[in-house]
Nanobody, 116 residues
Framework: QVQLVESGGGLVQAGGSLRLSCAAS????????MGWHRQVPGKQRELVAT???????NYADSVKGRFAISRDNAKNTVSLQMNSLKPEDTGVYYC??????????WGQGTQVTVSS
């Protein structure tokens, strides 16, 4: 079983920055893609950014140029640097790990609130 523990998040003014981090633990971890999704009330959870073990990245159009994802494969961690934050970035951010064995795991979520 894989556990994902997120840190970071909080309240920030528009234009500010935050950094989210996620650490995976458990036995036989074999992560492929690791990344972040976010959800606001009444809407579906959406992809923010993801990175494969080979370094390929995918970003939502709304965050391109403002957010940067990074990961440490040796430590099974993934981070999201969020700059130039906007009120519409507000939501609960979830870490996600998809492994080579078909497993799909989610963190508990961390709240990001951007005030205008």
């Amino acid at each position: 079983q894989v556990q994902l523990v997120e840190s970071g998040g909080g309240l920030v003014q528009a234009g500010g920055s935050l950094r989210l981090s996620c650490a995976a633990s458990g036995s036989n971890i074999s992560p492929n893609a690791m990344g972040w999704h976010r959800q606001v009330p009444g809407k579906q959870r959406e992809l923010v950014a993801t990175m494969t073990s080979g370094g390929n990245t995918n970003y939502a159009d709304s965050v391109k140029g403002r957010f940067a994802i990074s990961r440490d494969n040796a430590k099974n961690t993934v981070s999201l640097q969020m700059n130039s934050l906007k009120p519409e970035d507000t939501g609960v951010y979830y870490c996600r790990l998809s492994d080579f064995l078909g497993g799909d795991y989610w963190g508990q979520g961390t709240q990001v609130t951007v005030s205008s």
